[in-house]
């Protein structure tokens, strides 16, 4: 009998503890954000400073730690995430966009925007189109008319295949009908340095690193609807009259995989925007020279789409 | 002589503990399989995120300085090599351990460090302006012919046969080619989800090395009763000191072409380390005791392998383009403290403090890692004297947790235990762990250089692309080495036939 009653009451506490464990008010533990490339490059680091504040109570409440995953440009990353990731909101993500939509398109992946739920946006790299220093050319006109002369002959560097640099690169060739070579080097570091050795004609880049980078480099133009506050003198590419939009700007933000529950979602969607704007972290971003755009999870959602249908029809050319 | 005007900023209570912590630190993560140089500075800067600039720097420097020393003392101890750059001191220094000349090894290890890491350093201060121009001249079609140059060691480097060697250095580039291609934007050879991302050279380097000797250890464990290990060496601080200084050629080849790879986008310390330990060996009076535990090969690669941090920093700080994996890692910490690479970095008022105390502080880092490192020597014996058993699961332990650290991946593990079980039982058939790692690191640079190269060459000559690649004062020097690199291998391996 009394063997009976304490398992009952055994019984009783572990369920109503479990009970409490699904309404204990999320998150209680800390929260991991999986960065799929090694750690030191920029989506990593910029992942630590845009999840810096989270601790606070009014955001999230609990600390944020990175859990790098690289491999295979990202893919080994976002797979392992979509499919194997627990999904209760205690493994976040870091998104790359165009990346990971352009990669859902063309390979076989386990992730695509659909098994995927952003929560918000922290940064927004645009692509520019550089030169090296001692370059003849000034203007994107020069290139052009380069290209005009000797078609197939100027080469473009760019971070690896479908990445953003690679659609800027696409975009780029199409809408000015030229014939052009793209170079595609190991990462944007080693892109940087074909066009700093003067290998390549010209390369496509982050806006953040070739900024950086001034003494060394000529930009020619900014692969974005406006110009950019880092470089106000330097003209989009459409107001150098090639009919490029901001499909190949690189979005970072967080994401969690779909099958999350709704209430962690929203809880998740309504506190990263205010995460991201941390005033200590806004002023990290700004003086390690990292472009931010915060969006929300809305705002996102409607982006990613836009992409997704963008990206079909400009890859579909490459199959 | 601005680095003298900034010394005194490293000479601080706090600069000089951070110094002695990373470079302590540095040494036995160093050690662990798997924590290489390029891994521990990436981990570590998150950590100097709320440092000032120069003490966040000064840490990542001595942790630099220190790992890439410290991966020879598993190497030698225990024939693991800690990262890709100690894989030619594992050749000799391993065998020497095992004559129970450990505590010697480790000393010259330490020493030639030294005297390898203070060049490079000062090779940083003095010829930056210049070689950093030097480092612009290495590009796609150079690092092709540096990559050749290298697999034309592959088959002499460390096999009695040479067929056995080219067979394994095949295997390694064949390893080398799964994944993903970034120049071409394809998969190729991924027959299971594990193999998406390819075989990473440090989880190679654990397989190939660390499961192995695992499996040894249990064998001889279980077939024999383990030979007790013959007597400690007894040389005192000061004849190990005298013996390396009286190595100058070793010393000074090492050096030469730790600094030169250091410059050079692209290639790192494994390949400094390897390049010196086989140029040495061929002007060598002692040929034939290379891989018998000669000294020469463990004072060659270590100054090498050190003494590539110091120019590594060349192109990093001035161009922005890293000269060794670590230093692209490097290139994150710099950038989260504001400190953007440039030609005016070295001059302009805000930048010169931090990074005129940074080199300062490297050139302390490798005073402390000379002292650590040989008051650590002093105790290799408890290491020697560990039974097989429990070095075996210390080992296997190690490897697991070092391997599972690299990517967070399951896979990286599994890959690893297969490469290990493998290697195990093609070593027993006379194959050599080190020229499938060759293959491994040298099979991508190759290979991409080569795809970019034929893109780049094509974009400008049309169908003769192969002109990219034989043009150009650097390319021609290359070719030439490589040329008698092969020559030099087929008329040494002849006259060894003749002799035996």
């Known amino acids: 009998m009394k063997l009976m009653k304490i398992t009952k009451i055994a019984l009783l506490a572990l369920t109503s503890l479990m009970f409490m464990h699904a309404q204990a008010d999320y998150p209680d533990k800390p929260i991991g954000v999986m960065v799929a490339y090694g750690p030191g490059g920029a989506t990593d680091f910029q992942a630590r400073i845009a999840t810096l504040a989270s601790g606070k109570e009014a955001l999230i409440g609990q600390p944020i730690y990175i859990l790098n995953k690289p491999g295979a440009g990202g893919r080994t990353g976002w797979n392992w995430f979509a499919s194997e990731a627990p999904k209760d909101g205690s493994m976040l993500a870091a998104y790359n966009v165009p990346h990971f939509i352009a990669q859902s398109i063309v390979f076989d992946t386990a992730y695509n925007i659909n098994t995927l739920e952003p929560l918000g946006n922290w940064g927004a790299d645009p692509a520019v189109l550089i030169v090296g220093k001692d370059s003849p050319f000034n203007t994107v006109a020069d290139l052009l008319a380069h290209a005009d002369a000797n078609p197939g002959a100027v080469t473009i560097s760019g971070a690896g295949k479908f990445v953003g640099h690679h659609i800027a690169f696409l975009q780029f060739a199409k809408a000015s009908g030229r014939d052009l070579t793209y170079i595609p080097a190991k990462g944007g570091v080693d892109a940087l340095r074909l066009v700093k050795a003067g290998e390549v004609s010209a390369g496509f880049n982050n806006l953040s690193d070739s900024a950086r980078s001034a003494a060394d480099l000529k930009i020619l133009a900014v692969a974005d609807l406006t110009r950019h506050a880092y470089l106000p003198d330097v003209p989009t590419l459409m107001e150098s009259g090639v009919d490029v939009d901001d499909s190949s700007v690189n979005f970072r933000g967080l994401m969690v995989p779909a099958g999350t529950p709704q209430d962690v979602i929203d809880f998740l969607a309504s506190k990263t925007p ?8 806004q002023g990290k971003m700004k003086s390690t020279n990292s472009p931010a755009r915060v969006m929300t999870r809305d705002e996102v959602i409607a982006m990613w789409n836009e992409r997704q249908a963008y990206l079909t029809d400009l890859l579909a050319g490459l199959q | 002589m601005e680095f003298l005007d900034y010394f005194s900023n490293v000479f601080t209570v706090y600069h000089i503990a951070l110094l002695v ?473 002849r006259k060894s036939k003749r002799s035996t």
């Open chain 2, 21 to 493: 912590g990373g470079t302590f630190a540095g040494i036995i993560l160093g050690a662990l399989p798997g924590l290489s140089p390029t891994m521990s500075v990436a981990l570590l800067i998150p950590f100097t995120f709320h440092m000032k600039p120069e003490s966040g720097l000064i840490l990542l420097g001595a942790m630099y300085t220190a790992t890439v020393a410290g991966g020879a003392i598993s190497a030698i101890l225990v024939n693991v090599p800690g990262a890709p750059a100690n894989i030619a001191t594992a050749m000799d220094g391993h065998q020497m351990a095992k004559k129970g000349l450990s505590r010697e090894a480790l000393h010259y290890c330490f020493m030639s460090s030294f005297v390898g890491g203070i060049f490079g350093v000062f090779i940083l201060i003095f010829f930056t302006p210049p070689l950093a121009r030097l480092s612009l001249e290495f590009g796609t079609t150079e690092l092709f012919w540096i990559a050749i140059l290298g697999i034309t060691i592959i088959a002499t480097i460390d096999s009695k046969s040479v067929v056995k060697g080219l067979l394994s250095g095949l295997f390694g580039l064949m390893l080398a080619t799964i994944g993903d291609n970034p120049v071409l934007g394809v998969e190729r050879f991924v027959f299971t989800d594990h193999l998406e991302g390819g075989v990473n050279i440090v989880v190679g380097l654990i397989g190939l090395f660390a499961m192995p000797q695992v499996l040894n250890l249990m064998e001889k464990y279980y077939s024999e009763k383990h030979p007790v290990l013959s007597t400690e060496g007894h040389s005192s601080l000061m004849q190990s000191f005298r013996f390396v200084f009286g190595k100058v050629k070793a010393l000074s080849i090492g050096s030469f072409i730790g600094s030169l790879v250091g410059i050079i986008p692209g290639a790192g310390g494994q390949i400094a380390g390897l390049v010196a330990y086989d140029q040495t060996k061929k002007v060598s009076k002692n040929q034939s005791n290379y891989g018998k535990g000669e000294p020469e090969g463990i004072i060659a690669a270590e100054s090498a392998n050190n003494s590539m941090v110091g120019p590594s920093l060349i192109p990093l700080l001035t161009l922005s383009i890293p000269g060794s994996p670590t230093a692209a890692v490097l290139l994150g910490g710099l950038l989260i403290h504001g400190i953007f690479p440039g030609h005016e970095i070295f001059v302009s008022e805000n930048t010169a403090p931090v990074v005129w105390t940074f080199i300062d502080s490297l050139i302390l880092a490798q005073i402390f890692m000379l002292i650590i490192g040989l008051f650590l020597s002093r105790h290799s014996g408890w290491i020697m004297k560990v039974p097989d058993n429990y070095m075996a699961v210390s080992i296997l332990v190690l490897a697991v947790f070092g391997t599972y650290s690299i990517g967070n991946s399951y896979s990286d593990v599994l890959i690893m235990v297969v490469l290990g079980t493998i290697m195990f039982f093609a070593s027993k058939a006379g194959f050599s762990a080190v020229p499938v790692v060759l293959g491994i690191i040298l099979g991508p640079i190759a290979e991409n250089n080569f795809l970019l190269g034929k893109l780049i060459g094509g974009a400008r000559y049309g169908d003769d692309w192969m002109i990219y690649f034989t043009t150009g004062t650097i390319n021609v020097t290359l070719i030439v080495i490589c040329i008698a690199s092969i020559t030099y291998g087929l008329y040494s391996n």
């Open chain 1, 274 to 281: 205010d995460m991201f704007n941390d005033k200590k972290t």
